[in-house]
């Protein structure tokens, strides 16, 4: 069975700064894709960023980028240039490529940015 | 923008009410899901359906049920509220088609159940 880890439950950064999410996951799939979710406090959580595992290159999206290394299992999440409105709780996900549409969450990181 | 909506933003119950939580999406997606969101163990998904009148059993069913009649509605039904089922419900859509495998969130329902 899949499972994915995040290993920060709590993190904060200075405003400006940069900061970097981690996440592991286990399977014995070949090809799945990777999502970081975004939940910002009493508000909807939205899609940040995904990564398609049979793509070589790392996703960016304006000021979030993803360090994807697949032998290591490892889809950590870069926020560039932090602001105060990227202060929410971060979710990793995995889903298999095939056969199913359903997600496999992390357990969250709590990011603050500090003013 | 994809809508996804959810009955009540708070609701309080008592202890073996029957409890619904109802979620609307208005983007035609095929797939819908509700999971449990709980402190230190992320999101859990409970029911997933796929098209009208089906259903999957999520990692954690046990004392909840689904419903889905129409496309654009999931219910989620508590048989028997208990206290251990105090949550924040997340209800997501999904398309199978072009943007495929990006879920869309409610804003949630926060359950407490006295």
């Known amino acids: 069975a899949q499972t994915v880890t995040q290993s920060q439950p709590e993190m904060s950064v200075q405003e400006a700064e940069t900061v970097t999410l981690s996440c592991t996951y286990d399977?014995?799939?070949?090809?799945?894709?990777l999502f970081w979710y975004k939940q910002p406090p009493s508000r909807q959580m939205i899609l940040v960023i995904r990564?398609?595992?049979?793509?070589?290159q790392n996703a960016t999206e304006n000021r979030f980028s993803v360090n994807f290394q697949k032998a290591a299992k490892s889809f950590s999440l870069k926020i560039s240039d932090s602001q105060l409105g990227d202060t929410a709780m971060y979710f990793c996900a995995f889903m298999k490529h095939a056969g199913t549409y359903k997600y496999i969450f992390g357990t969250g990181t709590r990011l603050k940015v500090l003013a | 923008d994809v809508k996804v909506t959810q009955s009540s933003r708070y609701l309080v119950k008592r202890t073996g009410e029957k409890v619904f939580l109802e979620c609307v999406q208005d983007?035609?997606?095929?797939?819908m899901f509700w999971y449990r969101q709980d402190p230190g163990l992320g999101l859990r998904l409970i029911y997933f359906s796929y098209d009208v009148k089906m259903k999957e059993k999520g990692d954690i069913p046990e004392g909840y049920s689904v419903s889905r009649e129409k496309k654009e509605r999931f219910s989620l039904i508590l048989e028997s509220a208990s206290t251990n089922q105090t949550s924040m419900y997340l209800c997501?859509?999904?398309?199978?088609?072009?943007?495929?495998?990006?879920?869309?969130f409610g804003p949630g329902t926060r359950l407490t159940v006295l």
């Open positions: 399977t014995s799939e070949s090809n799945y894709y």
């Open positions: 997501a859509s999904s398309s199978t088609g072009q943007h495929v495998n990006e879920q869309f």
């Open positions: 990564q398609e595992a049979y793509k070589q």
């Open positions: 983007m035609d997606h095929e797939n």
